[in-house]
């Protein structure tokens, strides 16, 4: 078998760090080889070079046998070289179709745009590989799953044989990742040849025909996926043993801190996102959330953390009604939030990391007095945060947030809200992209709080993540509760019919539906 | 990282602007060596072809009377700028300043030194009033600020010539403008026995200067400030009053105008003026917020290199030296501070052929 994709011995030198150290990668053709490797282990910068970003310090590239130089994008493009990035590259105001053609619009008469013809070959495309799109869709009204099937088409359209997927699972829900590596199977079927990077070793065991581990710069091995397991390819990955189990005491559930009562919140065109939602949460216990994105989560944590109006029903804390308290009164309370995007609410990404620690708190007497802001203090805390959480950033405490890594930027927030939280920590999609270090850590934080008698109710779309951490499931399907169950009394299976809505399961009582 | 880079941006765009004056200059077949003449005489005072004769200080002091108002709407701009806002609004704002001050000058009787304070006090509530206003249509109604704030500059003109023939005891000889303001209510001038008119006003640019870098760096309020502006969201998150700090933003941004024109009102004109147009020291303010980095610091020295151009421009008529060249000197430096993003793409570039990466 010949290979699609050669890059031999290449060295990446930045001013300061060797990002790629003589890393062999080899791909053959018309199969899945992944790419496995921890944030910042130089994956990107690999794939940076293949894609013609960069230049190589040292080393050769060969596709389908040839030498070649990869001096920009378009010269990987002319390759049949394609690319999914992990933040989609669409126009958010076209149609599917247009943003598949743009910079290549066929013409029609007299230099008009054919998009008929162009929507045609667009759903012939989608037809041979089983990529469902309405090619006249616009690219905000479709799910976050399906614009990555068009990103996919754009690669097909421009008749790329060779497609990279940039962690293409990171922001998929657990069925869109299914149809995923139900298409690359497909895309295999057909000819093509895929390089799969990412740090999601069930995938890889699930589709990857090869695999190829990098750690700090430097390739560790190739493997053939079918004769490892996936406690294996961590070990490589991480360079020590890892515990998947997540370890836990028995819970000790003391008074209620969260009580939500008979919540009715609206979404932002006006539906009931969240109907008659009751649920309580007790110190000590961790409640998790399960459900499929899109069913309501968002707008409970919202309301909870009170970003959004409530319409009617009551929050309580401590037995205090703060249904109508502001986002920092609660904040006061108690109630500590780590939010779903890190980006948008977590972090000012262009604050120095320690502004971002104070937040909440700058204006507390211990970071302030009579309005000015006592760096001195901030210093401290942020570098006690550092140390604690194991923050890694160029700078420590002066690194611009934008500069750190996603898992990082991830610590620094968990290390900020698990600092503050009083009495109860509401936390949302904690590990979305992170890799297997961080999660491991991450979790045994969460676990180490529930153990302080903190009140944990934890959203995640994760049904791994719920069901290793949680003492209490919930599960919340179209805005209403679907199940309220204990962690030993179910499994994975009856969770899952529950977020579909098919069963209804709350405090003991069965109701099996259509 | 990112102040040093601001710098070197800043000192590349000088260069350049005045290598395009140098160009300029030399194509149409004068002697290019006259503008350095004219900087260097507009600076120190001193006169390269005439070396014989002493330093003439009035040249100083013209500079830097030129750089004061614009010094304040430079801060006026970057204020906004800091925290996530545009505020082209700053004519009408030292319009409504000027007009505001003229009024205490005229109405209120008070012994001197306070009275000019009131007339400054006056100068930025009416500024920072005509800057709340958009930045309440921001806040509560997501109206853009660019659109209010140009609009109301127009507004601001008529409203305040409107309001001088109407309100203000009119000058019979100028009909135009009001009677000069009573001693009290004048800044006195600071002139050395020159006569610039040069005058202890730099005290008020310099308190502003200082109350900037201090709400905006080491306040818990110019924290929140800045946060709500870098991401409203993280900032609605964490739970600040974001509205709240978007209106005390535009209304602090147009108070620095408002004083800009008490200031000058106040120094240099002693009489309530109705405008023939708009002075330009509010669209002044916007390159020199740009050319400073809108850091205080920045903003001291970008206000008097842009100061020294203005006057540079007077003087280069005295060689036969059209003062355009001045402007066109402003606006090649401006260029290449908007158009930073080439610096740093040609910097990366060049980088990559050397196979290293910052």
Sequence with gaps: MSYAIEMLNITKVFPGIKANDNITLRVKENSIHALLGENGAGKSTLMSILFGLYQPTSGVIKVNGKEVSITDPNVANDLGIGMVHQHFKLIESFTVTENIILGLEPKGKFGTLDIKSAAKKVKEISELYGLEVDPYAKIDSISVGMQQRVEILKMLYRNNNILIFDEPTAVLTPQEIQDLMKIMKNLIKEGKTILLITHKLKEIKEVADECTVIRKGVGIATIDVSKTNEKEMAEMMVGRAVNFNIDKNECDPKDVVLSIKNLFVKNFKGLNAVKDFSLDVRAGEIVGLAGIDGNGQSELVYALTGMTKIESGNVYLKGEDITKYSIIDRFKKGMSHIPEDRHKHGLVLDFELRENFVLHSYNNKEFSSTGFIKYDKVNSYAEKLISEFDVRSGKGKDSLTRSMSGGNQQKAIIAREISEAKELLIIVQPTRGLDVGAIEYIHSRILKERDNGKAILLVSLELDEIMGLSDRIAVIHNGEISGLVYRKNTDENEIGLMMSGSLHKVGGEINEKG | ?358
């Design chain 2, 1 to 358: 990282m990112k102040k040093v880079n601001a710098l070197k941006i800043s000192l590349i765009a000088v260069v350049f602007g005045l290598l395009t004056g140098f160009l300029i200059i030399a194509v149409t077949n004068r002697n290019p060596y006259n503008l350095v003449v004219a900087l260097v005489r507009s600076m120190a005072g001193f006169n390269l072809l005439k070396p014989d004769k002493p330093i003439n200080v009035l040249y100083i002091l013209n500079w830097f009377l030129e750089t004061m108002p614009i010094i304040l709407t430079g801060l006026s701009v970057a204020f906004a700028f800091r925290t996530g806002l545009f505020n082209i609004g700053g004519e009408g704002q030292y319009m409504l300043g000027c007009t505001a001050a003229a009024y205490v000058a005229l109405f209120v009787k008070a012994p001197f030194p306070l009275h000019p304070i009131l007339c400054i006090l006056a100068g930025l509530i009416a500024g920072g009033i005509w800057g709340f206003i958009p930045g309440i249509l921001k806040a509560f109604k997501n109206i853009h600020e660019v659109v209010v704030c140009i609009m109301l500059n127009y507004i601001a003109w008529y409203l305040t010539s409107w309001f001088v023939r109407a309100y203000l005891p009119i000058n019979p000889n100028t009909g135009s403008s009001s009677i000069n303001f009573p001693e009290s209510a004048i800044i006195p001038t600071l002139n050395f026995g020159t006569s610039s008119q040069f005058n202890y006003g730099i005290i008020v640019v310099v308190i502003a200067l200082v109350i900037f870098h201090v709400v905006i760096e080491k306040t818990t309020f110019g924290y929140s400030l800045r946060a709500t502006g870098l991401n409203f969201e993280a900032a609605r998150y964490a739970g600040m009053k974001t509205k709240f700090n978007i209106c005390s933003s535009m209304f602090i941004s147009g108070a620095f105008s408002g004083i800009a024109g008490a200031v000058t009102i106040l120094g240099v004109y002693h009489y309530g003026r109705t405008f023939q147009g708009f002075d330009g020291y509010g669209f002044d303010g916007i390159s020199v917020a740009l050319v400073g980095a809108s850091n205080g610091i920045g903003i001291l020295f970008s206000g008097l290199l842009f100061g020294l151009l203005k006057t540079t421009s007077n003087n280069l008529q005295l060689f036969n030296i059209p003062k355009e060249v001045g402007e066109l000197i402003q606006g090649a430096i401006i260029f290449v501070v908007a158009a930073q993003y080439i610096i740093i793409y040609l910097e990366e570039k060049l980088s990559k052929k050397k196979g290293e990466f910052k």
